[in-house]
């Protein structure tokens, strides 16, 4: 049971991510998938990889030293098509397509020495590993190269086989010098090959595959047999990936934890389904952007929550009340709200201030600001945009809008302050930025407006 840590948004800091470990353990946790991306500390050429807040290489090692001591295997994982490498300009000549930062032209040589670059790099700080992820999910625009297009006039080659080849080059880069490092990829570029076609390839001798699903309602029956198919192409081992969070939304800001416990429990009606022999294991992933370019998802501790649900359902093969409990006390939560957004005790976990100050902006911010400035007939009614602009109001109104609005600004004020101090505890400040940003910011600074045109007026 893997937790996936994806660290291509609001990375947490070391120290905080030390101090979850023990909790993940005891939840029944039994590695991590670290999806490192822009925190990884690159070196040489490919130092300018990093982002500001990268993990320094004595962090990593303290935490994946302190990850072996809580029994955790620890498998990386490099998300190709590599995204936050082809936006730079020093890579861009790399790309697939030349205007877009999605795939790596895989017909170049200089591409493939990259790879081993980076995979070189991941390695020399990680001992005794036994698991490599090496991505290969939504390789858009594979094949819409120049060199690629020339390929495929070729007989007999077709985008499936090209990606196919992308994909052993990789795994065999990572094989040749890591003999002992089993590579593991998604499965969703090979889930509409044929058999054929997959058999053929060489892959299923090479990796083992990663098979994601994050509904609520997976088709089960449709799973037992693409594990079938996989199985008759020669792929030994599978894993599976649910999720515990960043997959109900791009811009999500909580998690409902009765979506992805049902997503684990589907998980285990295919697993029950399944060859015992087949099955590797299973991660649960924990989105924290769509991709490199999008917005951030809910935050590590708003999920956790949901991620402890999700470990002790897998761990004891179902859900139940004794589960529930059992989350509870390892939470310090007293009553833990599965199917709406209320969990309204505060826990013991590392970072559970941070999920109840989330909630109550989520939940109240946008709605108390909207309901005085559109529901507030004052408002509405002696305050509109025209006055606001030319600053008229009668002295009896602003009586009645005043106070409710400078209290509102300064109880939020409040709030806003109290969860950047435990952010800060946690995150760096480009995080806490981007949050605030998308989240508290358009609220807030239309409050702040409409206090200071009543002064004005």
């Not at 302190?66 to 620890?74: F, H, I, M, S």
């Not at 076609?197 to 892959?203: F, I, K, N, P, Y």
């Not at 008229?392 to 509102?408: G, N, R």
Request: with cysteine; net charge negative.
């Amino acid at each position: 049971r893997l937790v996936h840590l994806d660290l291509k948004g609001a990375a947490p800091r070391a120290q905080y991510l030390e101090q979850v470990l023990p909790l993940l353990r005891a939840l029944g946790a039994t590695g991590l998938l670290l999806e490192y991306e822009d925190t990884f500390p690159y070196t040489g050429p490919l130092e300018l990889l990093q982002a500001p807040h990268a993990y320094s290489p004595a962090e990593l090692r303290a935490l994946l030293s302190r990850a072996r001591a809580q029994g955790l295997d620890v498998v990386p994982l490099l998300p190709f098509p590599l995204q936050f490498v082809l936006k730079h300009g020093q890579f861009a000549h790399l790309r697939e397509v030349k205007a877009l930062p999605n795939a790596l032209n895989p017909h170049k040589e200089e591409s493939l020495a990259l790879v081993k670059a980076m995979i070189d790099q991941v390695m020399a700080l990680h001992e005794d590993l036994q698991w490599f992820h090496i991505g290969c999910d939504e390789v858009y625009y594979l094949g819409e190269g120049e060199e690629s297009k020339q390929w495929l006039q070729q007989q007999d080659n077709t985008p499936e086989k090209l990606c196919l080849s992308h994909i052993k080059a990789v795994a065999t880069c990572l094989a040749s010098s890591y003999p002992t490092v089993t590579p593991i990829v998604w499965d969703d570029m090979l889930r509409g090959m044929s058999e054929e076609t997959l058999a053929e390839s060489g892959v299923p001798q090479l990796v083992q595959l990663m098979i994601w699903d994050y509904a609520a309602d997976i088709d089960v029956e449709g799973k037992v047999q693409l594990l079938e198919k996989y199985r008759r192409c020669g792929f030994s081992k599978v894993w599976f990936a649910s999720a515990f969070k960043g997959a109900t939304g791009a811009n999500q800001s909580l998690t409902l934890i009765g979506h992805h416990l049902r997503n684990q429990l589907e998980w285990l009606r295919v697993a029950s389904r399944s060859p015992a022999d087949v099955l590797e294991g299973i991660a649960l992933t924990g989105w924290q952007r769509y991709d490199h370019f999008s917005v951030l998802c809910e935050l590590l501790p708003v999920a956790i929550p949901s991620l402890a649900m999700c470990l002790q359902a897998l761990k004891n093969g179902g859900y139940s009340e004794k589960v529930k409990e059992n989350v509870e006390k390892l939470l310090g939560m007293s009553n833990l709200e599965i199917d709406t957004f209320m969990s309204t005790s505060l826990g013991t976990f590392p970072g559970s201030n941070i999920l109840t100050l989330v909630t109550q902006i989520s939940f109240y911010l946008k709605s108390s600001v909207d309901e005085l400035l559109e529901r507030n007939r004052y408002v509405t009614g002696w305050f509109s945009p025209y006055h606001r602009k030319r600053k008229i109001i009668h002295p009896i109104i602003m009586h009645h809008v005043q106070p409710d609005a400078v209290s509102l600004l300064s109880k939020w004020n409040a709030v806003v302050q109290d969860l950047q101090a435990a952010m800060e505890q946690v995150f760096h400040r480009c995080a806490i930025e981007e949050w605030m940003e998308e989240n508290v910011h358009p609220s807030l600074q239309k409050l702040q407006q409409v206090v200071d045109d009543l002064d004005e007026a």
